[in-house]
């Protein structure tokens, strides 16, 4: 398996956990996540990161989160959709929408919506792990927050440039 074969599955998943995220929203159960698909392991790339970490499924969904805007932008799409009742974008799901006009830009919210849906204990859990999170620690992922008062799940996902090289185009 290939990094873009890789990196399609993972995409897939992505897909396939908002679909699942936003099919619940509003209704008082709770679902679990797709799983993860299957890693090379000894595969460059996206795989040997996630496999050197070992980043289980919650972990891994960050990540591709946050690589979508450089391979698939449109994955997050769905995110914009509006709340008829107050005639904007759902809080909830946090993000932006790049000022560019290329689309939905994910947040720290975008993750925990996804992660947790609307379950304050979950949400809490995946908060509490978040500065000491290993893609932070590793540099893959960055928190860009506007302004240090904001709240933490307002920070954008960013991917810098040199990990974004490292998984997609790895040498």
Known sequence: ?????????ELDWLEACIGSRLNAYGEAVAIDLPPAPPLVEA????????ARLCLADEARLLLILALAPHVAPNLLDSFMIENSAIERRFTEFGGFIDPAGSGFRPT??????????DDIAQSLRFQAGLKSHPLIVEDLVRFDRRDSHEPLLSARLIVPEDAAEQMLFPG
């Open 43 to 50: 595969a460059p790339g996206y795989a040997g990161i996630v």
């Open 108 to 117: 720290c919210q975008t993750a925990c919506f996804l992660v947790a849906g």
């Open 1 to 9: 398996m290939n990094n873009a074969d890789v990196i399609k599955a």
